[in-house]
């Protein structure tokens, strides 16, 4: 259902607050990037802007905003292949740098799917079945790629 | 009954902390046209590595010849004849951004072989992390351009990357290079006035130049192939300040790249290398 211009920027407003959190953390497990995923975040809420006065409001949007955010992420890579652009940027004070270096290290052993499978079901609150579908895999293959990706983890020290 | 912590449990808690952030405000229109300062200073910073590393060779050639002013006409022309005659270079580059974010840095260092049109590089993205995409990134990595385009991330091991990088050969090409730098300098104002400074133990000749935004800006287009994104409306002219030995070798070059409240310092140091040392594709 469509709703009326003020009502469909509420509604925006609404899923901003609520699903940016989600939508910045898919795109740092897919990307392992902070600085791309602030990126991504903000170019998929584009999008649901941009849509904002056709889009079915009634209907969960949390699962589009993640597809959208993996297929922009997929696209960003493919363009840039070698990419030929950036240097490094700030992500974190300096408290949490060493952390996150750390973790990045280890999650950098994942493939994409597999460090999104796994935060999707653990972290985001995501069913197998809602992560298959941003993620374009059947829910076997995502529960596979959590095992897989767990198992990684355990053996990377 | 207490179940067992794993690592992967421990990971996952660090990594939810990371990425706690709180939630920006929107604006609207896409996220390129929304934050084309981070983008475009840094893409600059880049331009400006690549242009001066080129420019300090042929500015220091021509001021071991002459002490007066310097015109800017024939440091164009002495550009142009330096990047065909330079045999390659050793760079050790610093980059950071400093904004009301925080600061960021790069830390790269590699060889340049113009005669043979080959690179190799290395850059690690620092304290800050983030994307080191010119060097393999996301964080750290090399590229070495030798009989093809070959990619090393993360400490990884190097990927040829088949099709190569046209804006990577590009780079390399040294009369794009040469029209782009003359363009640069026809258009930065340079000041007459050479002043000294000590460097290590010896006082090096100092020359101020400084480049308006557009310049740089049809200098990375001219150079990459690419359409570049409008500057920043307080993007201000780049003031570069560099540093002659007494030999008449540019040991040194520092620019600063200014938008707002950020500042992006880039500090450029260059060894004249004659021979320059075989680039060899690291994978057969």
């Known amino acids: 259902m469509t709703v009326s211009p003020p009502e469909d920027e509420r509604r925006f407003k609404d899923a901003f607050q609520r699903d940016w959190p989600a939508v910045f953390r898919f795109a740092v497990a897919w990307t392992n990037d902070l600085s791309s995923a602030e990126d991504l975040a903000q170019e998929t809420f ?43 940027i700030r992500d974190l004070n300096e408290d949490g740098v060493a952390a996150w270096i750390d973790v990045r290290a280890a999650f950098g052993r994942l493939s994409a799917r597999e460090r999104a499978a796994l935060v999707s079901t653990t972290l985001l609150g995501l069913t197998p079945d809602e992560a298959a579908e941003a993620l374009a895999m059947s829910p076997g293959a995502v529960r596979a790629a959590v095992s897989r990706a767990r198992e990684k983890l355990e053996s990377e020290r | 009954m207490s179940s067992q912590r794993t690592r992967t449990d421990e990971l996952l808690e660090t990594w939810m902390a990371a990425t706690a952030r ?18 475009f200073i840094l893409v600059l910073a880049v331009i400006a590595l690549i242009l001066l590393a080129l ?5 220091g050639a021509l001021v071991q010849r002459r002490s007066d002013s310097v015109p800017s006409a024939e440091l164009a022309h002495s550009a142009v004849a330096a990047i065909a005659d330079a045999p390659g270079v050793r760079f050790t580059l610093k980059i950071s951004t400093h904004s009301g974010d925080g ?8 060889l340049i072989d113009f005669a043979r049109g080959r690179f190799s590089g290395t850059a690690d993205g620092g304290s800050g992390g983030g994307s080191m995409s010119l060097f393999g990134g996301p964080t ?21 990357v088949p099709d190569g990088n046209p804006q990577l050969q590009a780079f390399l090409d040294p009369v794009r290079l040469s029209r782009a730098l003359e363009a640069v300098v026809d258009s930065s104002a340079v000041d007459p006035a050479i002043r000294s400074k000590p460097c290590g133990a010896e006082t090096c000749r100092v020359i101020s130049l400084s480049a308006p935004p557009a310049v740089l800006l049809d200098a990375e287009a001219s150079m990459l192939g690419v359409d570049s994104q409008p500057p920043p409306a307080d993007f201000g002219p780049t003031a570069i300040e560099l540093l002659i030995d007494p030999s008449g070798f540019p040991v040194r070059m520092d620019v600063t790249l200014e938008a707002g409240s950020t500042t992006t310092p880039i500090g450029l140091e260059l060894a004249r290398l004659d021979p320059v040392p075989t680039i060899s594709p690291p994978i057969p």
């Open chain 2, 140 to 160: 750290s990595g090399g590229v070495i351009v030798a009989d093809g385009l070959f990619v090393q991330t993360e400490g990884g091991p190097w990927v040829a």
């Open chain 2, 55 to 59: 420019g300090t060779l042929a500015i």
């Open chain 2, 22 to 39: 709180p939630i920006p405000n929107f604006r609207e229109g896409s996220a390129s046209r929304r934050r084309p300062r981070r983008s």
């Open chain 1, 46 to 88: 584009a999008r649901l802007w941009d849509r904002r006065s056709s889009i079915d409001w009634d209907r969960p949007v949390t699962p589009w905003l993640l597809v959208v955010t993996r297929r922009l992420a997929t696209d960003r890579f493919r363009r840039l292949k070698v990419p030929f652009a950036a240097p490094a």
């Open chain 2, 103 to 110: 600061i960021s840095s790069t830390d790269a260092s590699g």
